[in-house]
């Protein structure tokens, strides 16, 4: 697996999407590489099962028969067998630790229509413009420190047409689970993700993007606690 520099990793939010308390630690690639070391023996034990809806959905709406995928933040693959496998799939993580399992799994699965899997930073993608038919990234936008940047990258990997599917939990406006995801929040960097991620996030950077449209918006098992996205570039 090639490991690639990634000068992002020193760097902090510029602010545009830190929801967490002033004084939080920053959600940064260095934290979210220590967390996810930490969570790979034990994602598939822990995750499995819990966001499987979600996974499905994503690479129902994502495969394209015939056509090149690319899977952000693939983690420990999971979804990757859910594709159909005339589906090519490029899957990439910041994550060594988690690529490892996802590379077991392609193999002992025999997923011979995963191309690559690489490490690889969702704000500094190593792939031209408009190389993709669609990009799926399942339970990932909440986990990367900075989700615009990530969307811009995302968008301008996939073809004029093609399709961003997300699928995320966003959080709760107001009552006890706002309360909860507002305490959370302040452990972000040492959870590894981000339990606040208002709509606005992902519906302001649409709005204010003319290359997208947004062409669904779903609720997801378990009890309608994630959200599936699926943005067609223009
Ligand atoms: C919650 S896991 C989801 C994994 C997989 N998609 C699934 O459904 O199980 C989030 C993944 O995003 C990865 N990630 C976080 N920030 C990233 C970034 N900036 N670039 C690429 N991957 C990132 C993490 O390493 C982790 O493997």
Do not use: C
């Not at 920053?26 to 220590?34: M, Q, R």
């Not at 204010?208 to 599936?228: A, D, I, K, M």
């Amino acid at each position: 697996m090639q490991e690639e520099t990634f000068p992002g990793d020193a760097r902090v939010l510029d602010g545009r999407s830190a929801p967490q308390g002033a004084d939080a630690p920053i959600l940064d690639n260095k934290h979210v590489k220590t967390s996810y070391a930490r969570w790979a023996p034990i994602y598939d034990l822990v995750f499995a099962l819990v966001l499987r809806p979600g996974r499905k959905a994503a690479a129902a709406a994502g495969e394209r028969p015939g056509g090149r995928v690319l899977d952000v933040g693939v983690g420990t693959g999971l979804e990757l067998p859910m594709f159909d496998r005339r589906t090519r799939l490029i899957g990439v993580d910041l994550s060594e630790p988690m690529l490892r399992r996802a590379q077991h799994r392609v193999s002992s699965k025999a997923l011979r229509n995963v191309e690559g899997l690489g490490v690889m930073d969702a704000t500094r993608l190593a792939f031209p413009d408009g190389h993709f038919d669609a990009v799926v990234a399942p339970y990932v936008l909440t986990v990367v420190p900075d989700p615009e940047a990530s969307l811009d990258e995302l968008v301008r990997v996939v073809k004029p047409g093609g399709e961003i599917i997300l699928v995320n939990h966003v959080g709760a406006a107001s009552g006890p689970m706002a309360w909860i995801e507002a305490w959370l929040g302040t452990r972000s960097a040492d959870l590894g993700w981000r339990p606040q991620f208002p709509w606005s996030i992902l519906g302001d950077w649409i709005g204010s993007n003319p290359q997208v449209r947004l062409l669904e918006r779903r609720s997801l098992p378990p009890f309608g606690l994630f959200t599936l996205a699926r943005i067609m570039r223009l």
